[in-house]
């Protein structure tokens, strides 16, 4: 049995309207229909874009949020199930790391009263002094100074607000922390040292991970699982290096195609899967299949009827779509959407020649007559700057303002003559 089980998970937020009294007019789904399980020491990514439903669904693990439907099973507990007090006691198995590392951190405490504050809640450390000294020890881990413990959030840089939020994890000694894109609000050289940190912490202390992210190299890097969520549902799931190399669900093969490569060549061979249309509302989500919208291979008699449940098609991969076999095959033909180069995105180049494409001849003279336009609105510009250097040099007119002004007129025919030419030439 796995440590982490969620079967058919739904979170549905009520939309609510009315004046005196609030009545229940539709829902926003959210999460709707969600399983997977996750493996004792391993880490499991979670991937899809922004409101897709990972963030919801990693806070329903640790019922932050309630859950409308479903199951969530820690060690053969349903946590769904549970009252408060007893999933307050839960919560010691279950931890979690912030997106935000300030805004999850209390500035009016310094460290050592965040980090025991969780100790004190569920009697870890017999007086404060022991406890002290276990933060002390949970500092080291994740690179922090014991000096710290008397500082506040504001004294620290980013990375290291995070660390300290790893560090409020780990010292009520979880099972499973659910790492809500840990690193997306640090830096690129930041955000490494993070991931190698977690990596270290796993290895050292038998962790497991649910990483919520929406950076795929951040995922491929840490996870040994992948699942990718869209509107809600999860469509596609495998290995880490499985998914990768042979994604099998038309979005998945959307989001690779969109991961630049670090090899000239191949990036220039690469092509790119452009979807139409936008992201439908997860308040008003489409019938059957929830990406049949914007799917290049999309059969409209059955993808926009009937819903494509999870199935595994061969090594632990799983994938909810009707043809994903006959879209790997190349049986099926697109349908809407394109394909196009990695790099120009449908502009072709001829390095040879250092010319246009044969597609837009009609380019070709508008780039001539260029010069012919430029030359003369250049000489007007130059007669302005004469004008203004010639006014400068004479200090003695500044008592006579009215013959100023008359030479300043007469010369305004004379610039707007020649725009005039230049507009007549192009």
Known sequence: ?????????????PIKKGVL????????YAVDGVSLKVEAGETYGLVGESGCGK???????LRLVDITEGSVVLDGTDLAKLPGEEMRRFRRRLQMVFQDPLGSLNPRQNIESILSEG???????????????????ILDKVGLPSNALARYPHEFSGGQRQRIGIARALVLEPDVIICDEPVSALDVSVQAQVINLLEELQEELGLTYLV???????????SDTIGVMYLGSLVEEAPSDALYAEPKHPYTKALMSAVPVPDPEVEDKRERILLTGDLPSP?????????????????AERCSTERPQLRDVGGGHRVACHYAEDIASGKLSLKQGEIVSATREGVEDNPETDTPAEDAPA???????????DAPVAEADKASDAD??????????????????????AEKPAKAEKVTKADEAV
């Open 1 to 13: 049995m796995s440590l982490l089980e969620l079967d058919g998970v739904k979170v549905h937020f």
């Open 21 to 28: 009294v609030d009545r229940t007019v539709g829902h926003v």
């Open 55 to 61: 963030t919801t669904l990693g806070r329903s693990v």
């Open 119 to 137: 100790m004190i809640a569920h009697g870890i450390g017999k007086d404060q002094e022991e406890r002290r000294e276990k933060i002390k020890a």
């Open 212 to 222: 919520i992210a929406h950076d795929l190299a951040v995922v491929r890097h840490i």
């Open 283 to 299: 308040a008003n989500p489409p019938t059957g299949c929830r990406f049949h919208t914007r799917c290049p291979w999309a059969q």
């Open 363 to 373: 380019k070709v003279p508008a780039q001539a007559e260029k010069p012919a336009k």
């Open 388 to 409: 203004k250097a010639s006014e400068a040099e004479k200090p003695a007119q500044v008592e006579k303002p009215a013959d100023g002004d008359k030479a300043s007129e």
